[in-house]
């Protein structure tokens, strides 16, 4: 299986707004002032890694590519976090990492820890929630993410 990451960029930090932002109604309170946070979801390929808002996958084992979530459908973006649902990808290692199968799990993602970089605001955490069966790895729910810098 390859995984790939698909993800959608935007330009300057200033620029950048939710695909399907719309403006705020008396009803619908504004939930993002000023720039959007973005993450990093490609850290396995060469540099520069861009930051992305609303990517269907995202890197978790930018050294090794062993973790990821895909299929990504984001529900919501604001400021301070952004949730959808997808699938959680791992490479299971059985009988070996080069030749063993890749499991896969559905999950509700949370990003959250919003950090400041030269390319704007930045989510600096992923939160997985398993929806049924977990891998049979001891496999954290939580995982920092790389700056962009990176």
Not at 30 to 51: E, F, I
Not at 60 to 80: H, P, Y
Request: aromatic share 8%.
């Amino acid at each position: 299986m390859s995984v790939g990451t698909t993800a959608t960029t935007t330009g300057p930090a200033s620029a950048a707004t939710p695909p399907s932002a719309s403006p705020p109604s008396a009803s619908q309170p504004s939930l993002v002032r000023g720039p959007v946070p973005r993450v990093l979801a490609d850290c396995v390929s060469a540099p520069p890694h861009r930051l992305s808002v609303r990517p269907a996958s995202i890197a978790l084992a930018c050294a090794d590519n062993g973790w990821g979530v895909e299929s990504v459908t984001w529900t919501g973006w604001m400021a301070s976090a952004a949730m959808g649902q997808g699938t959680f990808w791992e490479k299971l290692c059985q009988p070996n990492c080069a030749s063993g199968k890749i499991g896969t799990y559905p999950v509700l993602v949370t990003l959250s820890v919003v950090k400041t970089s030269s390319q704007g605001p930045w989510f600096s955490r992923l939160t997985v929630t398993w929806r049924a069966t977990q891998p049979p790895n001891p496999t954290p729910d939580s995982f920092p993410l790389m700056p962009p810098q990176y």
